[in-house]
């Protein structure tokens, strides 16, 4: 057997059923010994997308996603892919094809240094040097992708070493799903913590994706129900607790709610669980939940106390955290407060004009609860729409590029996640300007029957840089109009995807139904107010308290 | 501040430009660096000395987070480092 057939092996034992890339030169051996393989490959129409691909299939399936490339260009091609799962700590083995050897180091055709290019971006990468490393690099790659925080791991796989034959007697045994533990937390600091929650009497939960990489959701949700605290959430917690639950106060942050945003200003105990104190959620770092005393669950020691000191640092596994601190707590007349700002902050939904209210889209879009329903996003207005607007009821059915923005990102990420959940259904919510970066995938689409219903909200422009440009730039509008967009819908059609265009408030119900019936792919055209903003805002540089809102009538 | 740091690796191929790559972004700046692979062949240690605004503790995290690495202990702390910016 060669390397490439070896690698097919070493990814069947690690149980991996589908493989999205793109051949090239320098993998062509891989890509022949796919032809004797029961594993799926998915051919996607850019190597980005077959990152972001794997990466929306490991999101939706908690599995380690999987992508190929070739040399060169295609390698290069996957580089935002990586950066993207590396900053939202997604599990992911990235295989490139590259020159033979002996000809690295020498400026090759399409030989580029992408084990240096990758590096910052990988939680780890490999170059195969020597055949008989190469089923022990694949069991180590999707070792190191799954434990601790996960993250892309990238092998580099010469040419020559995919062609070279070994003996299988020759090769250690194939040995797959190792896994490495998670540290236990600290009695210590948990008994800390437990005094700390039970002398509180203004606590917040503030969730983050660590719960969703920690599978502890359930745990979460107990410990709210044990006691009795109102939650806060990241882009990336969202769903951790079920959006609809009483004591969700929603997203906080620049686009956060103001009742999540304000509440933290106002706790005296803020219970960080698995979230990094990002500079979109804190906003001014100095003025962040000032008078708040900080315990930090984290699976992840270098986030503890990175960025605000934790006065009680708990690292370890969060489940195990967060069934230790369950009690009652005397809290009524805060949690009230937090429930009465809810309310009085509920958005109507009833915005004037004529246009399609996205939010209200949305809204409805989520209401829907017949199918189990997934939401890809790319980057923009959209996007903090879907945020603040979508109820979600587990954290893997929200699947949104938080810590990079790539634009681009909602459509492929939808490809994966309907491969990652064949009944359900998954929608991508896309702008006029993302889906123009990935739209080679209506192609991916069409050729593999992927039901993904794509919804493109248009604005006429790069809805929230212009946005940014009319409250920070004193209206300077620069490079940001789409006017002259193509027509998307005929465009889904030359790809031979079925579409529709809603311009017209009253057409949206039968939109979102077709949304839910059709039973193959569709593109929803949607006219939306080009002057439409995203509120709440916290400016840039400043504190959480200082929301800007809506104030065009 | 001026940190300099023993830091023990896998001798992996890229180990000390991860190591030294990492420290960059982290913006710890490179004072001086000294690297053998030991005799076996397999191990390698460095003794790198860094300047920062930043935390010792930040940056050993940061590099404690590195599959090749399997230890990072600070050798020293200088403040002098402070004059020297103001000295330019
Ligand atoms: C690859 C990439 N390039 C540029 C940006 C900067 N950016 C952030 S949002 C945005 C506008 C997005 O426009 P659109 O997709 O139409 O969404 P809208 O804000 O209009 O809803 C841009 C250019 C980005 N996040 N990603
Ligand atoms: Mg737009």
Redesign the interface.
Known sequence: MNGAGILIKALEAEGVEIIFGYPGGAIMPVYDALVDTKVRHILVRHEQAAAHAAEGYARASGKVGVCFATSGPGATNLVTGLANAFLDSVPMVAVTGQVAAPLMGTDAFQEVDI??IS??VV???F?V?DVKDLSDIVAEAFQ?ARSG?PGPVLIDLPKDVALAEVELSELPEFRGGRKEAVPRPEARQLNQAREMLAASRKPIVYAGGGVRIAGASEQLRNFVEATGIPVVTTLHGIGAVAGDHPLCLGMLGMHGSKEANLSVQDCDLLIAVGARFDDRVTGKLAEFAPEARVIHLDG???EVS?LRAADCPVVGNIKTSLNFLHMELFIEEWVSKCLARKAEFACSYDAPGDFVYAPGFLNQLSSTKDRDLHICCDVGQHQMWVAQHCKFDAPRKHISSGGLGTMGFGLPAAVGAQFANPESLVVTVSGDGSIMMNIQELATLKRYNIPVKVVVFDNQALGMVRQWQELFFNERYSEVDLSDNPDFAELAKAFGIPAITVNDRADVAGAIDKIQSEPGPLLVHVMIDPRQNVWPLVPPGRANSEMLEETRA | MRYTFDISMKNS??AL??VL??LR?RSFSLCSLKADSLESGKEMVARVTVESERSAE?AM??I?????VARVVLNEVVEEAKQDVSAK
């Open positions: 084990y240096g590096m910052p939680k780890h990468s170059i040097r190191i925080r992840d020691p270098s990175k | 191929e890229g430009e991860r790559g990492r972004q930040y995290k940061q404690d987070k590195l599959y090749d």
